[in-house]
């Protein structure tokens, strides 16, 4: 069946860096457009980043355009999500997603950002 494994989640201070991974099996990956997404507590879940098949376009929220870089290496089924100059406001559980014929979702991973 289809998995999605993000990792990377972790307690950091504001202006920190971080890498958020999805691993992703039982699907063609390379077929997926992959997506980052981000669930606040008390907030509903919004869209963050997401990256074509390729790999050569990109797109993000306004929120973090400038600061958070989706990138893919299909070798390796994997869609990466990197954050900079990260905020309190940042603080919330990534998911990965991913959207061809259907969408699959990952368990999410929590990121929280100290000020």
């Known amino acids: 069946q289809v998995q999605l494994v993000e990792s990377g989640g972790r307690l950091v201070h504001a202006g920190d860096s971080l890498r958020l991974s999805c691993a992703a099996s039982g699907l063609t990956f390379s077929a997926y457009i992959m997506n980052w997404f981000r669930q606040a507590p008390g907030k509903e879940r919004e869209f963050v980043a997401r990256?074509?098949?390729?790999?050569?376009?990109?797109s993000y929220a306004d929120s973090v355009k400038g600061r958070f870089s989706i990138s893919r290496d299909n070798a390796k089924n994997t869609v990466y999500l990197q954050m900079n100059s990260l905020k309190p406001e940042d603080t919330a559980v990534y998911y990965c997603a991913a959207r061809f014929a259907n969408t699959y979702w990952g368990q999410g991973t929590q990121v929280t950002v100290s000020s």
């Open positions: 990256i074509t098949q390729s790999g050569s376009g990109t």
